[in-house]
């Protein structure tokens, strides 16, 4: 299953992809960076640069890392989203894969799945009007170099 997440509420989109994963299918998810973050802009900003403040004193490379790239942003989310302690969860989040943009030789490659006739999931129940940020600009905003 290809999910296209432009212009869909972030947690929409990664509770679907979660639900989709733990019933045993395959996602892919393109597009990860023109995914919405709602909420006002200063909002959303303020959150995630406090979120930045928050490191493991005794050892800052144990912990906790900051997602900066959007695709592994996103693919966080939806690992938030699933039962990450028991097996089930570990499983289904292996089966989920996000990507920036629509890389269709590497799909092909690594999934056996032709992206142009493919069906491409758009969830209509998950675009509303946002008034917010895209993944990417959040981490643009963040620090992200992609």
């Known amino acids: 299953m290809i999910v296209d997440a432009e212009g869909l509420v972030l947690g929409r ?9 733990l019933l045993g299918e395959n996602v892919i998810v393109i597009n990860a960076e ?9 909002m959303i900003l303020q959150k995630e640069l406090r979120w930045l403040e928050i490191q493991n004193i005794g050892s800052p490379l144990k912990g906790p ?12 989310a939806i690992r938030g989203m699933l ?12 089966r989920v894969m996000v990507y920036m943009g629509v890389p ?5 490659k690594f999934h056996n799945v032709d992206v142009k006739s493919a069906k491409i999931e758009k969830l209509e129940k998950a ?3 946002v008034s917010g940020l895209s993944v990417a600009e959040v981490c643009k905003a963040v620090g992200g170099k992609f």
């Open 13 to 21: 989109v990664c509770s679907f992809v979660a639900k989709q994963a």
């Open 34 to 42: 023109k995914a919405m973050l709602s909420g006002r802009k200063e």
């Open 65 to 76: 890392n900051h997602e900066k790239r959007p695709d592994k942003y996103v693919r966080r």
């Open 83 to 94: 039962p990450w302690h028991k097996y089930r969860g570990r499983d289904a989040f292996s």
């Open 104 to 108: 269709t030789e590497e799909i092909k």
């Open 127 to 129: 675009r509303k009007p």
